[in-house]
């Protein structure tokens, strides 16, 4: 049976528990709060040699919230060495909801018109929640997370959470932090919206789009103009 809503999902993340299932056709879900937690540092994120080419050649046309069911759905297919997902329909139907309403997100990365990496998560107060990330051709999913960090930079969050260490992200810059260095770094991001509506102030709320945005002065961090390779890795380079 499907249990998860939007208010009983948003309520968890604030708290530092998740939801997942054991397959892709399970009918429930159980929750997860780890006794080690994986997070990025927005400015611990390795750009390698390589991986700063291809974000400059601008390989991949890069996009935020263009086709977010179709990347969450990209996310819980099976693939060779990881035949199941734990990302089942009652997930799947919750994130969709929650993007609607303007809390879930994706990076998306295309090769032409064919969607071909990317990852999904949740934003609350300065808080991200990376949920999935997937790659169909080679570095998408690295390029895609080199641009949410740049996103998250410039929209003024303090905390990217990587929910498990994995060689993958550990290879990015990820870092594993115990359960209580993550709850106070997650009580720092969501200070002040707990209990508030959608509609937080911004002092209090990270700025997913605010990448998108012409500056408001010569001082600010923002871009103008379509974003490019070479302002992601300006961002990324930048320290606070």
Same mark, same amino acid.
């Given at each position: 049976?499907?249990?998860? $809503?939007?208010?009983?999902?948003?309520?968890?993340?604030?708290?530092?528990?998740?939801?997942? @299932?054991?397959?892709?056709?399970?009918?429930?879900?159980?929750?997860?709060?780890?006794?080690?937690?994986?997070?990025?540092?927005?400015?611990?994120?390795?750009?390698?040699?390589?991986?700063?080419?291809?974000?400059?050649?601008?390989?991949?046309?890069?996009?935020?919230?263009?086709?977010?069911?179709?990347?969450?759905?990209?996310?819980?297919?099976?693939?060779?060495?990881?035949?199941?997902? %734990?990302?089942? @329909?009652?997930?799947?139907?919750?994130?969709?909801?929650?993007? @609607?309403?303007?809390?879930?997100?994706?990076?998306?990365?295309?090769?032409?018109?064919?969607?071909?990496?990317?990852?999904?998560?949740?934003?609350?107060?300065? @808080?991200?929640?990376?949920?999935?990330?997937?790659?169909?051709?080679?570095?998408?999913?690295?390029?895609?997370?080199? %641009?949410?960090?740049?996103?998250?930079?410039?929209?003024?969050?303090?905390?990217?959470?990587?929910?498990?260490?994995?060689?993958?992200?550990?290879?990015?810059?990820?870092?594993?932090?115990?359960?209580?260095?993550?709850?106070?770094?997650?009580?720092?991001?969501? $200070?002040?919206?707990?209990?508030?509506?959608?509609?937080?102030?911004?002092?209090?709320?990270? $700025?997913?789009?605010?990448?998108?945005?012409?500056?408001?002065?010569?001082?600010?961090?923002?871009?103008?103009?379509?974003?490019?390779?070479?302002?992601?890795?300006?961002?990324?380079?930048?320290?606070?």
């Amino acid at each position: 049976m499907d249990l998860l $809503d939007p208010q009983l999902v948003l309520g968890a993340y604030a708290v530092g528990v998740f939801p997942m @299932a054991d397959h892709r056709d399970a009918s429930s879900v159980y929750w997860v709060e780890p006794r080690t937690r994986a997070i990025l540092p927005l400015d611990g994120f390795r750009l390698s040699r390589s991986l700063r080419k291809t974000i400059l050649a601008d390989r991949f046309r890069v996009t935020a919230d263009a086709a977010f069911p179709a990347m969450i759905e990209l996310c819980a297919q099976s693939v060779h060495g990881r035949p199941e997902t %734990w990302i089942n @329909a009652g997930i799947e139907r919750v994130f969709t909801t929650l993007h @609607a309403m303007g809390f879930a997100h994706s990076i998306e990365c295309w090769d032409g018109d064919e969607l071909v990496g990317g990852l999904y998560g949740l934003a609350l107060g300065r @808080a991200f929640f990376g949920e999935s990330m997937v790659s169909r051709r080679t570095d998408a999913s690295k390029v895609a997370l080199a %641009w949410l960090v740049a996103r998250l930079k410039a929209g003024g969050f303090t905390l990217l959470d990587c929910q498990f260490q994995t060689p993958h992200l550990a290879s990015l810059g990820a870092i594993e932090i115990k359960r209580d260095a993550y709850v106070a770094l997650l009580s720092a991001a969501l $200070d002040g919206i707990v209990g508030a509506s959608a509609a937080s102030s911004p002092s209090v709320t990270g $700025d997913f789009f605010a990448l998108d945005r012409v500056p408001a002065g010569a001082d600010s961090e923002v871009v103008s103009g379509p974003v490019a390779g070479h302002d992601i890795v300006q961002l990324l380079v930048q320290t606070s």
